[in-house]
């Protein structure tokens, strides 16, 4: 984590962007729950309209979010007949839906704003740090690692943290107001339901395991395969003077195959976390289906009823998306960290030549250059 949030200290001022997407996303969550919690009472209106002359008591408490929509819905068949109320029901349901998106869009040009002006900070403190360093430095680091840092690992480090830092607001709040809504409808099904999903979690925790280890194999690979094309290309005329074409096709033929295979094996992982979460996902919503409609059917389940199953069966198909999103995330940022780690080495690196602390800035040459105790060696053997 100290690697994660020093990462993120280059999208200072964070501020600037987090408060105002953290609002275009609370708002944004809020018009997504309702969009679900809307087909309470459209399903109503449609095959269970309460008659007109039936009074409902407007609801005591301001948590009893499906009460309200109830007795509004009942306020609507009751003043504009049960045509009126299904118009009314849908044009709340389509300006819901509008809020929604428009909120999201907010907050996703926001967040697309501070991912673009991280990767500036970012790349601009990198390559200005090699540019002050010794030249000393360059003889001992590969040039196509450096290029490899500079270019590949600053991208891979812009998507997978700054979105990993999308879905640590997002998601959370998403998957907060999911369980209010589930809890509201039913909290014997919630509990229920709340017993397997750490059974999801547990099993994507075992696939992604090793993905931290071998994001750094791949970004390490991946630097000396383009040094080794550095090298190649640069020296092509020596290579082909001294016939060593079968040798460099060889060596970068290895590493090729090598960061190919690391990739592979990533892939694996991170592409079998998103199916077995959707089958975990959909193996609950069947037991969901099943302990709810059992409660409706045997009269146990208070005040759910067959629209209410319906709404919550939605909500809870719903609520993996974010949890999903979640692990997606923590497997992506595994990448993400390794390629920070190699581009912050880069970084930390010091020139071991700076200027004195009384050094004067010479602005015109006036006489000549003096060496005074100026001495070469090839370790302790002096030759000037």
């Not at 926001?110 to 790349?123: G, P, V």
């Not at 006489?367 to 030759?383: L, M, P, Q, R, S």
Request: a positive charge; aromatic letters at 12%; glycine letters at 4%.
């Amino acid at each position: 984590m100290k690697t994660y949030f020093r990462l993120l200290s280059f999208a200072k001022p964070i501020e600037k962007f987090a408060i105002p997407y953290i609002i275009c996303t609370v708002f944004a969550v809020i018009f997504n729950t309702l969009n679900l919690a809307l087909l309470a009472p459209l399903l109503k209106t449609l095959f269970n309209p309460v008659p007109a002359a039936q009074i409902i008591q407007k609801p005591a408490h301001w948590t009893d979010m499906f009460g309200y929509f109830n007795y509004y819905a009942h306020l609507a068949n009751t003043n504009y007949g049960t045509l009126g109320a299904l118009k009314f029901v849908c044009l709340v349901i389509v300006i819901s839906v509008l809020l929604s998106n428009l909120f999201r869009y907010f907050s996703q040009r926001i967040m697309e704003n501070l991912r673009i002006h991280t990767l500036l900070n970012f790349r601009r403190e990198v390559f200005n740090n090699v540019m002050d360093m010794h030249m000393g430095f360059f003889n001992n680091e590969r040039k196509g690692d450096i290029i490899s840092k500079i270019a590949s690992d600053v991208q891979v480090v812009q998507f997978s943290v700054t979105g990993t830092l999308q879905v640590i607001f997002k998601e959370p709040l998403q998957l907060i107001a999911y369980l209010v809504a589930l809890f509201a409808i039913s909290y014997k099904l919630t509990l229920f339901s709340m017993l397997v999903i750490p059974v999801s979690a547990f099993i994507i925790s075992k696939i992604v395991k090793r993905l931290k280890q071998q994001a750094t194999e791949s970004q390490a690979t991946y630097g000396t395969m383009i040094s080794y094309l550095d090298e190649a290309l640069s020296g092509i005329k020596i290579i082909k003077a001294f016939n060593a074409t079968g040798f460099i096709k060889t060596r970068f033929d290895n590493q090729n195959r090598k960061y190919s295979r690391i990739i592979r094996s990533m892939a694996k992982r991170q592409q079998s976390a998103s199916p077995v979460s959707e089958f975990l996902g959909v193996s609950m919503v069947a037991g969901v289906v099943l302990y709810g409609g059992a409660l409706v059917l045997n009269h146990q389940g208070g005040s759910i009823t067959a629209e209410t199953l319906i709404v919550y069966i939605a909500l809870f198909s719903q609520i993996m998306r974010p949890a999903k999103a979640i692990s997606d995330s923590f497997s992506n940022i595994h990448s993400g960290i390794a390629a920070g780690e190699r581009v912050l080495a880069l970084i930390d690196e010091k020139p071991l030549i700076k200027d004195a602390p009384d050094a004067v800035t010479v602005t015109e040459f006036n006489e000549g250059i003096h060496f005074k105790n100026v001495t070469f060696a090839y370790n302790d053997k002096v030759v000037l």
